[in-house]
Every structure is written in C-alpha cells, then in structure tokens.
C-alpha cells in the first residue's frame, strides 16, 4: 500500500515539473493576431483570414495564429487587456479601437510603431488626423488606422411613406425626430419607432451612439478640449438623458429589456431593419455591411428599402447637423517577441489593396488617400457619398486616458433614467459626480 | 470535519496515557506529518495565495488599462472608503442579504427539509420520482442550469406561456421582478442538496426514540419539533453554513439571467465586484468588494458555529 502510495506522489510530483517545462517557447515562429468577431465585426475575420494566407505565402517560416475574440465590446477590451497582461499570452497583433489607445499605450500593452512606419512607403496615404487618432498622449504612433466612420439616422423608407411621412426624410430638431416616432407608433403598430443604443450592456457603443450623437447636438461638450476640463452641471448632459427617457419611458423605443440584450447591435442590423420591424435606428455607417453579400445578412433590398439623414441638432442650430467618428486601428502588442513580423503584418494587412478590400466589405469611410479616391471603392456603397460628408461636421470623443472611465459612467446614467430608476436629473447629478471622482474636482468645469 | 474529530479523537488516545509521549514525539510527528505536505503545499498556491494576492489587491489602485495597469500604486484604505461612500455599494450588500436569506436559509433549507420529510414519510415510487427531478437541477453545470431558467423566466419562456394558457398575462419577469426570478431559479437550483443532506441525517434518527415519542402521544408536529430537529441540528449547522456560502458567490446564475440589472437591481455583491474589475476595468475597486464578500462569508459562518455549536450528545 506504502509503495502504491509513494509512487502515485512521485508520479504527480513530476507531472507538476513536466508540465512546467512543456510551457517553454515554440520552436518557429508564430505571431498572434488578436481582433473581435462579433456582429458588424464579422467581416474582419474574412479580412484577417485572407491577410493570414498571403502573408504566410510571403514570409516562410512564419505561422500566423489568428485569435478571435467573440465579444461585445466591452467584454473584447477587458479579454484583450487580460491578454496583454502576461507575455505568454499577449498578441504580437491586435485590433484596437482609437478611444482605448491612449489608455492601453499608458498601460505598456502596445509597442511604439514610429521606426516603423518612418520607412513605410504608404504612410504619407494617411492624412493627419488618421495618424493623430493612432497617437498616444506622448505623441508616439501606436496604431495604424483601418477606416473611420460617422454616424446618423437610418429609416426605412416603406415604413415612413406608410405612416405619411415625408420621403425622403430630413428632421431639424430633435423633436422632429421624437414626433416622426410617436407617429410610427400611433399609425404603425407593432413597428419599433426608433432605436437609440442606450445602457452597459452595449458598452461604450450606447455612448457614443446614442448619448454623444445628442449631446454634441447641444450646445454643450463632453470635454473642453483647449481648457483641458470635463463638463459638470450642463444642461446639455439632462436634456440628452432626458431624450433616451422619452424614447425609453415614452415607449417610443425597444422595451428596455429589449434595449439591454447584450445582442441588440446584432438583432438591429440582422433582424429588425431589414425585416421591417424598426422604422428608424441612431446607428453607424457601417452597418450596411451586414447587408453586403459579404456580411452575415446579404439583403439586395436594402439599397431601395434604408434611406439615411443625417442627426440633427437639439433646435436646429448651426451647422444643423451633428455626428460623431471613430474608428479602428492595428497595434503591435509591447511583449510581442517578434514586433517586426508583427508589423510586417499590420503592413501588409492596411496596403492599398487590403485596405480597399476591408472598407468596401465592412462599409468603413476610408482614410488612405488613394482609397477615398478609388472609383471601385465609391462606387461600392451607394451611402458612401453621404456618410463621407457626414465628416465636414463630425466630432470626436475626448482624446484623453480618463475617457472610457467617464465613458463607464455614462452608461450608468443612460441605464438609471431608460429604466425609469431615476430622473435625467438625479442622473446628471449621478454622473457629475462620478466624474469628479474620476478626474478629480479641478479638471471639471460648469 | 472528518480532520476535526480525528484531532480530536487522537488528543483523547493520548490522554488516556496508554503509551508515555516517547523523547523522540515532536521528530516523529514531523515525519509523520510529512505526507501532508505536497497538500499543503497545494492549498497554499491555489487557495492562500489568491486570498492574499486579492487582499493586497484591494489596497491599490491596479486597473485592467491605464497608466495603472502598468504598475499599480498602494492606496492604502481609498478603494474602501470610495466603496462605502458608494450609493450603489449598501443597495447591493442589502440585495446579497435578500437573495441570501431567501433563496438559501429560507428557500433551499425549509425546502430541501420539506421534501425530506416527506420523502421519509411518502410513496417510494413517488419519492424516487420527486427525488429524481430534484436532483436534475442539482446535477447540471450551473451555466446550463441558468440557460435553463432564462428559457423558463423569459418574456417569451416557458412559464408566460403556461400562464398564457389559463389566460393570464405574465410580466417579463427577468425584468420586472429580477430578484423574484433570481430567487427562484437559485431555490430550484440548491434545494436538492439540503434535501439530500437531510434525507441522510433522518435517516440516521433512530427508529426506537420516534417510536417511544409516538407512544407518548407526540403527533406529527411535535415529532418533528422536539425529536427529529434537534436530533438533525449538527446537518442544519453544516448545511446552513455551505448553502450559504455557496449562495453568496452565486455569480454565473445571475449574470446570465439578469445580468445584475435592470439597472442596479439584481446587482448582488458578486456581479458588482465583476462590473468593476472587468467592465469598468478597475481591479483593485472590484477585490476591495470580493474582501467584503469573504467577511460576510466569514462573519455568516462564526454565526452558525455559535448559535448551533454541536454539544456532545
């Protein structure tokens, strides 16, 4: 029995040191690609699959080992920051949204691209502010930009002739926006009116879909940019609450519960748009690349059926229209063992051709130069046109390390005053003093 | 338990003096010990050292992005007090509370009781039946078991279409009564084990003693108030204190039913300590809220083992 004993230990106790020593580093190398594959995202894991194939052909030797990450938005940044947190599993690629370069960067979870791209032929394709939006706050380049986007109101054109509405459609206010639904509603049962992203289970996207889409309708900022100081106490931040509760409370919207799936961005462009059942969605100008043969709901309809204008201001002032851009970049990851491999690839995966093939399949307003001016890139979309436009009078988010914090509490007040569990009031004065706590009381401002 | 009552039944052996402690006693039980090792070894890196890392983590400012993901600053008491000062923090202690008291000590203990009793007492066939269903909820992976009950509480589910049935319409209760729902679904989930627990300790009541009480003219309730819990109190002490550690880090139940909201509304300690470390990214904020969670746990625990401190029989 003893010895049966003492050996099932000495078994276990190696199979411990074994199985340390197996964890050692792979004999060629290899480069992780790490990027989301989740709703309008579907189309990169095509991009990313094709990039892995011709880089692989070029570069002999070098495995390239895709990672998707199927995640809302939120859930890919809290994923892939827990992957750069260890150099065993940190990605030598990744895809990175612009508002999180700053943070991560500060977090040395991304490499420095400036030797790199110094010597890239197609660096001077990218304008200024495409190479400012993959800056850190020490003005290094971190990432490369893929395609920017603006966003607006999109409405089903059927559903608006039907209720007696005119087509094509241009609201100046927000209340023509609120009374274009409220007639949906009264004339259109069983048709949501209209979709505004709200709430933390949609991430960061309800905040700037939905929340800043209005509030840079207003006469107020988020951020004063040359001061330096986050807004407290605006009007604008109640009255852009108090729009997501009459949509919400007004039940002019999905019901809450609808609003708050972790799904949502997928059922709008998937389900409810192109099935008739939503007249109008605050949405991007990316989402018709779902409908493109290419993405995940091909639907030739929809160049007849989705008609867009662009969001208006609160009361129709000046410029009268508002929107908002982001946008998604490659990084290098800072562990990556192989960063110039890695950057081979970034290279290659944004060369003219690629980054073509990647905005016409994702409906991405292109950056590169020779992109925006490809006659088979503007004649892919029919809404190119429009949502390129949309850039003369865009906005974007605050450019600083503090933002997805302050972006966090956003959430929070949309969720509270959707749900009716407190007034736009209460939820401003929430909100105020969240940020407060966050950037502290000297970096905020009336 | 079982390490417990053989300390202490060694303890008894020696004092009994049958062998004089031998000069060579403390040598001798370091060697003997020495097996225990590799386990304790074991303990130390996968349970102590989280505990501790955890601990310590809740004193800095350590964050998923940022220029504190890089390396995290002590903060000393900061994370508590923000934490206290928090209006959401006593909403979701006292959510635990409810979801703990309800769904644990009421739900699954009377419950798992109930059954027991009259499983001992019912049809075998029946009681074979009954205690197979029971156990089914029990035997499931929780992430089954919570895609289970979101089919079952959803507005479109299970129930709302029995309900329909007989012509009443049921709210969405995920969303309009989300600690109901929750409550539910962890009562259906947990009770078998109480149940089970239970069953073994009554059966374990000598057939004699309910007899000579049923002589007495003890009916069915005072048999089981003065014989039969008493007798079993020793399983109601150690199932109360593991239901009810198990229900206080009931996590993947919730986060796939309501995922803590609407809003704040089902946001028990757990899901808030989550929400903090992984969606607002702020990790020494969330291990601050999972300390307080391990004291409510600890604090539970030194209460059972007061107030039904097994005396020798």
Not at chain 1, 256 to 267: F, K, M, R, S
Not at chain 1, 350 to 355: H, I
Not at chain 2, 215 to 229: N, P, S
Request: aromatic residues 10%; contains cysteine.
């Amino acid at each position: 029995m003893k010895s049966i004993l003492s050996a099932l230990a000495i078994t276990a106790a190696a199979t411990l040191v074994l199985a340390g020593c197996s964890a050692g580093a792979p004999a060629a190398t290899e480069i992780k690609v790490a990027y989301q594959k989740f709703g309008p995202s579907q189309q990169l894991d095509h991009h990313m699959k094709a990039v892995k194939e011709a880089y692989e052909a070029k570069h002999k030797g070098v495995t390239v080992k895709l990672v998707p990450i199927e995640a809302q938005q939120n859930d890919y940044f809290t994923k892939l920051a827990l992957m750069n947190r260890a150099s065993a599993t940190a990605p030598d690629v990744m895809y990175e949204d612009t508002f999180m370069i700053k943070s991560d960067a500060e977090a040395g979870y991304l490499a420095p691209l400036d030797s790199y791209v110094a010597k890239w032929a197609d660096w001077k394709q990218f304008p200024d502010n495409a190479k400012q939006a993959g800056a850190g706050d020490d003005g290094k380049i971190y990432g490369v930009s893929m395609g920017t986007d603006t966003r607006a109101l999109w409405y089903n054109k059927e559903i608006l002739a039907k209720v007696g509405l005119p087509v094509p459609w241009a609201p100046k206010t927000w209340q023509d926006v609120l009374d274009a639904a409220k007639t949906v509603k009264a004339k259109a049962p069983g048709v949501i009116p209209i979709n505004v992203y709200s709430g933390k289970p949609q991430g960061e996207a309800a905040v700037m879909q939905g929340f800043e889409m209005l509030l840079y309708g207003t006469q107020d900022k988020l951020y004063k940019a040359d001061t330096k100081k986050w807004t407290v106490g605006s009007k604008g931040i109640t009255d852009s609450l108090q729009f997501v509760k009459d949509v919400y409370q007004g039940e002019l919207g999905p019901k809450p519960e609808q609003a708050l799936d972790t799904t949502v961005g997928n059922t709008v462009s998937n389900e409810w748009l192109p099935q008739g059942k939503l007249a109008i969605s605050l949405d991007g100008s990316w989402v018709s690349g779902t409908w493109l043969p290419t993405g995940g709901t091909p639907w030739p309809q929809w160049k007849d059926v989705m008609g867009v204008a662009p969001m208006p201001t609160q009361n129709g002032e000046k410029p009268g229209m508002t929107s908002m851009s982001g946008g998604w970049t490659l990084a290098v990851g800072a562990k990556s063992a192989h960063k110039s491999a890695a950057w081979d690839f970034v290279a290659l995966a944004l060369d003219k051709d690629n980054s073509q093939k990647f905005d016409i399949m994702s409906s991405q307003i292109a950056v590169r130069k020779d992109v925006s001016n490809d006659k088979a890139y503007l004649a892919s979309n029919p809404t190119v046109g429009f949502f390129s436009k949309l850039v003369a009078n865009t906005h974007f988010r605050p450019a600083t390390t503090d933002y997805p914090k302050v972006a966090n509490e956003i959430m929070v007040a949309m969720e509270s005053v959707m749900t009716g569990q407190q007034t736009p009031k209460q939820a401003a004065s929430t909100y105020d003093g969240a940020v407060v706590g966050i950037v502290g009381k000297k970096n905020t401002s009336k | 338990m079982t390490s417990l009552t053989t300390t202490a039944a060694g303890r008894d052996a020696r004092g009994r003096g049958a062998h004089p402690p031998r000069p060579r006693g403390v040598g001798r039980s370091l060697v003997r010990s020495l097996p225990l090792v590799p386990a304790i070894i074991l303990l130390a890196v996968f349970l102590l050292g989280p505990v501790i890392s955890s601990f310590y983590g809740s004193f800095t400012d350590s964050s998923l992005t940022g220029s504190a993901a890089k390396g995290a600053s002590f903060v000393g008491f900061g994370n508590y007090l923000e934490l206290f000062a928090d209006k959401d923090f006593p909403k979701s202690v006292l959510l635990t509370l409810v979801f703990l008291f309800a769904s644990a000590i009421v739900g699954q203990n009377v419950l798992g009781l109930g059954l027991a009793l009259l499983m001992k007492s019912g049809n075998r066939v029946v009681g074979a039946i009954v205690g197979t269903l029971v156990v089914t909820a029990w035997v499931l992976p929780e992430i089954v078991a919570a895609f289970a009950a979101y089919a079952f509480f959803n507005a479109t589910g299970t129930l709302n279409t029995l309900l329909a049935v007989v012509g009443l319409d049921g709210p969405n209760w995920l969303y309009r009564l989300p600690m109901i729902a929750v409550i539910l679904a962890n009562i259906w989930r947990g009770t078998a084990f109480s149940m089970l627990v239970y069953s073994a300790a009554i059966d374990d009541v000598p057939d004699d003693v309910r007899e000579s009480a049923e002589i007495d003219g003890a009916g069915g309730a005072k048999r089981l108030v003065y014989i039969t819990i008493p007798m079993i109190r020793r399983s109601i002490s150690t199932n109360l204190m593991l239901t009810t550690l198990q229900t206080l880090s009931v996590f993947t139940l919730i986060f796939v039913l309501t995922g803590g909201g609407p809003g704040t509304d089902s946001s028990t300690l757990p899901i808030l300590a989550y929400q903090e470390a992984f969606k607002f990214s702020r990790l020494g904020f969330g291990t601050a809220i999972a300390t307080i969670m391990l004291v409510v746990g600890a604090l539970f625990s030194i209460v059972y083992i007061r107030a039904l401190k097994p005396e020798v029989d």
